[in-house]
């Protein structure tokens, strides 16, 4: 069969002449091109030898599954069109076309007829300057002049308006500007004159995608006759900047025909950037209130879970070496470690590094890495998006997120599984994350203070810690030291733990005596301070009378002041020296438990069971200054 010979072939009972349009034979089961017209050639850019050689596929790369619905639909329904296709030229081009496929007689082909739209759309505008060359010159007079009686006519109201108003003719040319319009667009009215409106100022939408003249609302109104209002669009000035406008575009008739529209705008970008600014104000407020309300909650839960004393308390050297150190690494952004065993108060030195920096102004944000699921590290640290997986109802902010500005003090970092510190590692590094189920990526402004009762590097020669993850976080170690290791610190701490749980329980005054403190100073204390804190707050519930009960876990509580000595100590002999050294020591003692104070409930005195007078004769003859004691004390309850 020669398609290019004018053939004509029978088709569902229908003749098809083929020759004129593009027409290929396609076959069904190979998806070959059997037989292609020379007007197919020739729209495609192929030889016929070449062409016709040519599976379907070749011409619509990326386009096999509309293909394959198109030729289904065709063999299902004998007949089927489309415009979803774009066949490739062979200079590489996209052709648009219109594809009309019928099943050929015999059902293993079908005769595939491509019209090509531009050439079409040509066509239209061809006929329609045709219709104007023949019988258009006295209706274009007749327009000309109704824009030119509406001009003289509203010349005052036009040249007196306050909004930009413009006239467009059916063809969406220019036909009067005013001079309001010449202000906001930047361009003279005689170089709008008669110039396509729509490709001068109306080309491209705000976020810069092209505006096609067929969907511009300035030429619908001539078009369906309609009054269209638009609110928010953007015109564009003669020197390439954009400005909002709102719009009217009102049809004018002629004797019952539109010929043209009638276009009244203003400029407003000072409004819409005014709102524009309101909804980014609001957006943050609502995003500042969310996280002021996840903040107020962290801290209302940190307040309910340590509820203790947030300063740090000790005369020792130790105490006094860790607040040096504080002091020293405090105003600075760098990682702090501190270790030490259970209950020496390691979350005490880390709020105090916080409140001595320049982030105290912001929060701190505490992390149990041990109290954390493995599957929820990630959510739990860098936040999630609402949806990222089953429960995740609404976004949450991560705990770096909370911390930005502030510090995140990472309890127990010793506890996080291997596998999550890398995650970890590279939030440290970069100062950025992304929350699970979003590909936003976050920057945070973080001082990161960590802290373990494990020996971290011990743990990075078994493998069980990121080598590179510690030495991110021990850039300034401290080392908490146990409260036995401390025990001058032990008559202050037990006072103030006294002086606190009476004041929360309501029993009233409750002092310590020289026993008491005696018992606490005998004491191993493996729990460390925490431990002292219970058995304080014990021995307040259990007190009667004034008089505490001490009650001690183990059973050496009842035992002698010191612990018990060894055959060779019984023999040995206490020297003056010695003897006033311990003397001294434990006046000191009491004085620093009753916070100073020599007389009165609570005071020195009373703890020793001695008259003032005597303790202050004592102090004296051992060289105490009593007055340095209670300003040592006094600082040392403030920090």
Same mark, same amino acid.
């Given at each position: ?128 300057? %045709? ?83 067929? %969907? ?16 928010? %669009? ?41 709102? *524009? ?100 590290? %990630? ?37 996080? @599984? ?22 936003? !990526? ?8 960590? *802290? ?27 080392? !908490? @030291? ?158």
């Amino acid at each position: 069969m020669n398609m290019d010979g004018g053939a004509v072939d029978a088709v569902g009972g229908r003749e098809f002449r083929y020759g004129v349009d593009a027409a290929l034979v396609v076959e069904f089961a190979t998806g070959r091109v059997r037989d292609a017209n020379a007007a197919a050639c020739h729209l495609l850019g192929y030889d016929r030898d070449l062409l016709c050689g040519m599976v379907v596929t070749q011409l619509h790369r990326g386009q096999e599954p509309a293909l394959l619905v198109f030729t289904e639909a065709v063999i299902a329904k004998g007949a089927w069109w489309t415009r979803s296709l774009t066949a490739r030229h062979a200079g590489g081009r996209q052709l648009r076309l219109e594809y009309a496929g019928t099943l050929l007689p015999g059902g293993d082909a079908m005769l595939l007829t491509l019209y090509d739209l531009d050439a079409r759309r040509r066509r239209d505008i061809d006929e329609e300057g %045709e219709l104007y060359l023949r019988d258009g010159i006295s209706e274009w007079r007749r327009v000309e002049r109704v824009f030119q009686e509406i001009e003289r006519e509203n010349h005052l109201i036009l040249q007196a308006a306050g909004e930009g108003i413009y006239g467009v003719n059916a063809e969406g040319k220019a036909t009067f500007v005013n001079p309001a319009a010449e202000r906001i667009l930047g361009w003279p009215a005689e170089q709008l004159l008669g110039r396509d409106i729509h490709s001068v100022m109306h080309h491209h939408r705000a976020d810069g995608t092209l505006y096609p003249a067929h %969907e511009c609302p300035i030429y619908a109104a001539f078009r369906d006759g309609q009054v269209h209002r638009v609110s928010d %669009e953007v015109f564009w000035r003669r020197d390439g900047k954009p400005i909002w406008v709102e719009y009217t575009s009102t049809p004018i008739r002629v004797g019952g025909t539109v010929v043209g529209a009638v276009v009244v705008f203003r400029d407003v970008s000072q409004r819409h950037e005014a709102d *524009a600014r309101l909804r980014a104000a609001l957006a943050e407020v609502d995003r500042l209130r969310e996280r002021l309300e996840l903040e107020n909650a962290y801290l209302q839960e940190e307040i309910r879970i340590s509820g203790n004393h947030r300063g740090i308390i000790g005369r020792s050297a130790a105490v006094q070496k860790i607040l040096q150190q504080v002091e020293l690494v405090g105003p600075t952004d760098a990682s702090v470690l501190i270790t030490g065993e259970s209950g020496t108060g390691k979350e005490l030195v880390a709020r105090a590094i916080h409140e001595a920096s320049r982030r105290s102004g912001r929060p701190l944000i505490r992390v149990n890495c041990a109290a954390i699921p493995r599957e929820l590290f %990630e959510s739990e640290f860098f936040g999630h998006a609402r949806g990222a997986f089953t429960g995740a109802l609404r976004d949450r902010v991560g705990r770096f997120e909370l911390a930005d500005g502030g510090t995140l003090f990472l309890d127990e970092v010793g506890e996080i @599984p291997l596998d999550l510190q890398g995650k970890l590692l590279r939030v440290l590094q970069d100062s950025q994350f992304e929350r699970v189920g979003d590909e936003r !990526t976050r920057k945070v402004d973080v001082r990161i203070v960590a *802290a373990t009762n494990r020996d971290l590097r011990a743990e990075v020669e078994r493998g069980r810690f990121r080598r590179d993850l510690y030495f991110r976080l021990d850039v300034f170690p401290i080392e !908490t @030291p146990a409260l036995r290791e401390r025990p001058e610190d032990i008559p202050l701490l037990a006072a103030h733990f006294l002086r606190d749980a009476a004041r929360k329980g309501g029993a009233g005054a409750l002092t310590l005596t020289e026993g008491d403190v005696r018992k606490l100073l005998a004491y191993p204390w493996p729990g460390n301070v925490r431990e002292l804190q219970n058995v304080m707050e014990r021995a307040a519930i259990l007190a009667q009378s004034g008089r505490i009960a001490l009650d001690l876990p183990e059973p050496g509580a009842e035992a002698a002041p010191a612990p018990e000595p060894s055959g060779a100590a019984l023999l040995a002999i206490e020297t003056e020296r010695d003897r006033r050294a311990r003397e001294r020591a434990n006046l000191l003692a009491a004085l620093e438990a009753a916070g100073g104070k020599v007389s009165g409930a609570g005071g020195a005195a009373a703890l020793l069971g001695l008259p003032p007078t005597t303790v202050t004769s004592r102090a004296k003859a051992l060289g105490i200054d009593l007055r340095a004691v209670r300003e040592r004390t006094r600082r040392a309850l403030v920090c």
